[in-house]
């Protein structure tokens, strides 16, 4: 179908032209007064007040507390074991407190004992 | 602005309030405009997005009464039409072609005011959409079927 061609239908837009806003004769003055409240408020707060300040502000903001938690986690992690709850940290401290530490005896002569050159 | 903002939102107060906002975004805009486009295509083209923004949020809301009457809640008014077939009830035509109209989609509603109840030239309105021209023309063949087939019944009531 070739839409390319003029279609138009003189009494549709007789019709659709008789339609007409009726003026708004309060539009004006409310223009003015919502003029006038801007030019009351301090640049730098209107600047900030911007819908692309506010979302770059909280962009930011996000980003910061994201990257403070991943930080504070970050450096408490990794540093001893994880334990499930607090009571198996303790007893597994204990333990290792318990336990002495078994230091095996260096080899005599550092050869080994079943090398089978002996025999 | 305002024919353009009621039609394509049927409410009078949404309508004010994005005539407002295009004025004043005008009014901050206006020591940047190089007058490549036309003042009249580049004030248009903020109502139109405006409008169409507020179209979408509002598809989330509750459909129209059905004793709706567009040209009432948009606070439109329609002029009597010189040489009017008297056999045919002005109003009530006017009231259906109005209906017909709401009932496009926003694309080519806005199409049809532009062109056919504004009156600019298919360029400005061209580029006031920022289309081809041959796209303008065809949501126009589109919705110009759509409405004249909305008011056949009326008409041929009328003719008979």
């Known amino acids: ?119 | 602005m305002t024919t353009l903002a009621r039609t394509m939102l049927r409410d009078a107060d949404e309508a004010a309030d994005v005539v407002e906002d295009t004025l004043l975004r005008v009014r901050d805009a206006a020591p940047g405009f190089r007058g490549e486009r036309g003042l009249t295509t580049w004030v248009m083209r903020i109502v139109a997005n405006r409008c169409r923004d507020l179209l979408r949020r509002r598809k989330f809301t509750a459909g129209r009464p059905e004793d709706f009457d567009p040209l009432a809640e948009s606070g439109l008014r329609a002029e009597p039409i010189e040489g009017w077939d008297l056999a045919i009830d002005q109003e009530r035509m006017m009231a259906m072609l109005e209906r017909a109209i709401d009932a496009l989609p926003p694309d080519q509603r806005e199409a049809v005011v532009l062109r056919d109840r504004l009156g600019l030239s298919y360029d400005e309105v061209a580029e006031t959409l920022g289309l081809k021209v041959a796209a303008v023309k065809s949501r126009l063949f589109r919705a110009r079927t759509a409405l004249r087939a909305a008011l056949r019944p009326l008409g041929e009531r009328g003719s008979t």
């Open chain 1, 1 to 119: 179908m070739n839409h390319d061609r003029d279609d138009e239908d003189p009494g549709l837009t007789r019709m659709l032209r008789a339609v007409r806003a009726e003026a708004d004769p309060a539009l004006w003055t409310r223009v003015r007064a919502r003029i006038e409240a801007r030019r009351r408020v301090p640049a730098p707060l209107a600047w900030a007040m911007r819908p692309t300040a506010l979302a770059a502000s909280l962009a930011l903001l996000v980003a910061s507390a994201t990257l403070a938690f991943v930080l504070s986690t970050g450096s408490a992690v990794g540093t001893e074991e994880d334990y499930a709850t607090l009571t198996e940290a303790l007893v597994a401290e204990r333990d290792a407190e318990a336990t002495p530490v078994e230091v095996e005896p260096a080899p005599a002569g550092g050869a080994a004992s079943d090398s089978g050159s002996g025999m």
